[in-house]
């Protein structure tokens, strides 16, 4: 029999009495009462047997029902249901339930005008109510480009859905040059990050047929891309920028260290790529330079360029020419590439968190991915004519890509039991990058079956790549009978403020704390400085009755404490599964030598990372720098909107006190 319930929203669906399992599991968590399998069965079927001799009931008829037969099985479980029933009607009639920091984040990023939240999920979600309910119960979350600009564009708004973009290499001419500062600063004004490569541009010292006689060099053109990014603004912080170069370039060393003069360059990221010549043992210097370069400062981070020429379905497509990425590193790109970013909360699907019984519920989440790339779809869609230059709206509708990410992975960790890069946290990893890679591209073939493949589909030439003959031979022949609706569809980004908005870790980044200080100011009186547990951390304790932050398992590990091989690991394995790339960062002790961040770098290159970025403790970009001419402190790693430091997370930075961040609005 085919029984249906009415949601909320006056959508009707088919009965699914698992849901009330996991309902009542979850109520259950805490109470000192469980009930018994056969129990919780009886209480279902009761549920059945009233919903078939009705036809159809609502959910909240069902839900009285629940109580109802608690009150029997299980008074205290039956509070604790009553309870989650009224948080959850409170929810849904003022919004998210939210911190004074995540308040700040809604309201000041996001929130357009005075909408109220049932207008902003609307707005965000198309209308399109799965969408919705992801959104609404924080399972998924749109990147904050999307946040702040879905549904305005009737306003005349010149605002970008997309946060990435790469521009093409500046050609060793003068014309060139300028033209990419151009395009940059167009890009940037519709609210865009972008990077750009500058391994074409001839050595310092080269003749040229103009005045100058010789040439300055690439790195002296940086500055002028550096002043571009700092002049055009962009909501309350500075447009973001990725500049590269490859190791075999002989101005390589003067690239590495273009950074240490800590007052130049301080709206620029810088990245060298390697095809893995760098470790060979005649290019020692160079990656001893790079090592040491990073130990002071934090910068070059490192792409493995022909691990990101490889590794994706258009490798062998003759047109579709990887030249540099974007800001933070998770998006490869072809010159006017872009793409548009979304995450999946992992940490809401956990049933029964915090106990011997954890689990993961597969299922729910194979459906979200689903979801999430049909709202991604219909977004690329709107957000073709609002890219800053034709040549960028060609590229997105010629190869339709799209980045799934995730953030909440830590949490999962530690709701599961698990520690963060242990080989249990390896082994869920490789499960759901699996089923990440598989359910996306199933989609995104579903799709491609309704509205066609993107234009630029070439079966065969998908089929050579490396990344094709890596899937399920079902994938294979359903990719060759059909094509994909994306040429890309996973990527994980730094999630900054909509990780932080809804309380949960980024990316997939450990913890950078389990508590911190946070300093309430008020006129008049002296400033009251109180702790504060990170989210998960305070379940945690609330769950299992913990007072002290020494008493916590030791699971709750955080990003200082792991070993940074494991978290290159963990990277590796997720690598494994997504087809644009990763922005992550492994955070050092300071006490950490140079030699460990080259043997980092080479690490990374052997367990087939697209890239790294790595961070060591109070360099000179957190500290104080003595300096020949004078002692002095890095400007630019104090958060811009309330001045507190900034940690490096995510491949970026970004402010735990407010939430701002270098690569997110």
């Known amino acids: 029999m085919n029984l249906k319930v009415v949601k909320r929203d006056g959508r009707v669906v088919d009965y699914d009495g698992r849901r009330i399992k996991r309902a009542i599991t979850r109520a259950a968590v805490g109470t000192g009462e469980e009930l018994l399998p056969a129990e919780l069965s009886e209480i279902e079927e009761y549920i059945f047997k009233i919903c078939s001799d009705r036809g159809q009931m609502t959910v909240e008829e069902i839900q009285d029902h629940v109580e109802l037969l608690l009150m029997r099985y299980a008074p205290a479980v039956a509070r604790s249901y ?27 990023k996001y929130r357009y005008r005075d909408e109220s939240f049932k207008e902003f999920l609307n707005r965000v979600s198309g209308n399109n109510l799965e969408v919705r309910k992801l959104i ?12 702040a600009g879905r549904g305005l564009s009737h306003l005349g708004r010149n605002v970008t859905l997309s946060n990435c973009y790469v521009l093409p290499q500046p050609e060793d001419n003068i ?48 500055k002028i891309y550096d002043t571009t990014t700092g002049v055009i603004g ?84 003759p047109e579709y020419e990887l030249k540099a990425t974007n800001p933070c590193g998770e998006q490869p790109l072809p010159p006017f590439g872009n793409c548009l970013l979304g995450s999946i909360n992992l940490s809401e699907y956990v049933i029964k968190p915090y106990t011997d019984e954890s689990k993961i519920d597969i299922e729910k989440l194979r459906e979200d991915i689903k979801t999430a790339v049909i709202g991604l779809n219909a977004v690329l869609e709107e957000g073709i004519p609002l890219h800053p230059l034709q040549q960028q709206r060609d590229m997105a509708e010629q190869y339709r890509q799209i980045g799934l990410g995730i953030m909440g992975l830590a949490d999962l960790f530690i709701k599961l039991g698990v520690t963060y890069g242990s080989e249990e946290s390896l082994r869920i990893s490789d ?47 359903d990719i060759l009978k059909y094509g994909m609706r994306n040429s890309h569809v996973l990527s994980i980004a730094p999630t900054g403020s909509i990780s932080t908005m809804i309380g949960v870790s980024g990316g997939i980044e ?6 911190y200080t946070r300093t309430t100011k008020s006129l008049g009186q002296e400033d009251i400085t109180y702790k504060v547990y990170t989210e998960t951390i305070k379940e945690l304790m609330d769950v299992k009755g913990i007072k002290r932050e020494k008493d916590l398992p030791e699971y709750c590990v955080t990003s200082h ?18 087809d644009s790339a990763i922005s992550s960062t492994i955070n ?50 104090t958060c811009p909107e309330c001045g507190e430091d900034l940690n490096m997370s995510e491949g970026c930075n970004e402010c735990p006190s407010c939430g701002w961040g270098q690569c997110s609005i």
């Open 588 to 637: 050092l002790h300071e006490e950490t030598p140079p030699e460990v961040i080259a043997d980092l770098y080479k690490y990374g290159y052997e367990k087939k990372l697209k890239g790294l970025t790595i961070f060591r403790d109070n360099c000179f970009r957190t500290g104080i720098l003595n300096t020949d001419k004078k002692e002095t402190k890095q400007k630019d790693f």
């Open 82 to 108: 009553i309870l989650y029933r009224e948080e959850r009607a409170a929810k849904r009639e003022i919004g998210w339930e939210l911190t004074e920091l995540q308040a700040d984040i809604y309201e000041n």
């Open 234 to 317: 962009q909501k309350n912080r500075r447009g973001a920028l990725m500049l590269s170069m490859h190791t075999s370039h002989p101005d390589i060393l003067e690239f590495i260290h273009s950074k240490d003069d800590i007052e130049e360059l301080t709206n620029t990221n810088i990245s060298v790529r390697t095809d893995g010549e760098l470790f060979e043992e005649e290019n020692r210097e160079i990656l001893e330079e790079l090592a040491l370069s990073n130990w002071r400062s934090g910068e070059p981070g490192i792409l493995y360029w022909d691990r990101v020429e490889s590794w994706h379905l258009l490798s062998e497509h």
């Open 175 to 222: 014309e060139s040059i300028f033209d990419v500062s151009k395009y940059m600063a167009r890009t940037y004004s519709y609210g865009g990050g972008v990077g750009t490569d500058l391994s074409l541009l001839r050595p310092k010292g080269y003749p040229v047929n103009n005045a100058s006689k010789t040439t300055t060099g690439p790195v002296s053109f940086m």
């Open 431 to 477: 499960t759901l990058g699996k089923l990440f890679r598989d359910t996306a591209i199933e989609q995104s073939i579903e799709l491609a079956k309704e509205y066609g493949p993107y234009p630029k589909f070439n079966a065969k030439i998908v089929s050579r790549s490396p990344y094709f003959k890596s899937l399920p031979q079902k994938l294979q022949d």
């Open 561 to 578: 404490e792991i070993n940074p091989f494991d978290r290159v690991k963990v990277q590796s394995i997720w690598q494994k599964y997504v």
């Open 510 to 515: 450990p913890i950078f704390a389990n508590s």
């Open 136 to 147: 609404e119960c924080q399972r998924f979350l749109f990147a904050g480009r999307i946040l």
